[in-house]
Nanobody
Framework: QAQYVESGGGLVQPGGSLRLSCAAS????????MSWYRQAPGKERELVAAINNSGVITSYADSVKGRFTISRDNARSTVALQMARLKPEDTAVYYC?????????WGQGTQVTVSS
């Protein structure tokens, strides 16, 4: 089964930066697109960014476009999310997954808190 281990979260001041990383296993990583989701308290999980299997095509939620960058390393089966100019509304637990790998599994996520 697919497994995901997210890391890199923490407490950061508004305007700061963080780099999240996700290590994936249990499937042929290079064959699947990857996505980052986030879930804030009391809200539904939302798609933040996605990248295709080769890393050439990326897409972002309007709320993070121009501030976040998704990338992947197929040799290491990892996907990263570089976050810049963070805002308090970016506070959430961040998860990665390969949406096309079924059933969908979720890791434990990594907490990002943006606060002064």
């Amino acid at each position: 089964q697919a497994q995901y281990v997210e890391s890199g979260g923490g407490l950061v001041q508004p305007g700061g930066s963080l780099r999240l990383s996700c290590a994936a296993s249990g499937f042929t990583f290079s064959s699947y697109g990857m996505s980052w989701y986030r879930q804030a308290p009391g809200k539904e999980r939302e798609l933040v960014a996605a990248i295709n299997n080769s890393g050439v095509i990326t897409s972002y939620a309007d709320s993070v476009k121009g501030r976040f960058t998704i990338s992947r390393d197929n040799a290491r089966s990892t996907v990263a999310l570089q976050m810049a100019r963070l805002k308090p509304e970016d506070t959430a637990v961040y998860y990665c997954t390969a949406p096309a790998v079924r059933p969908i599994y979720w890791g434990q996520g990594t907490q990002v808190t943006v606060s002064s």
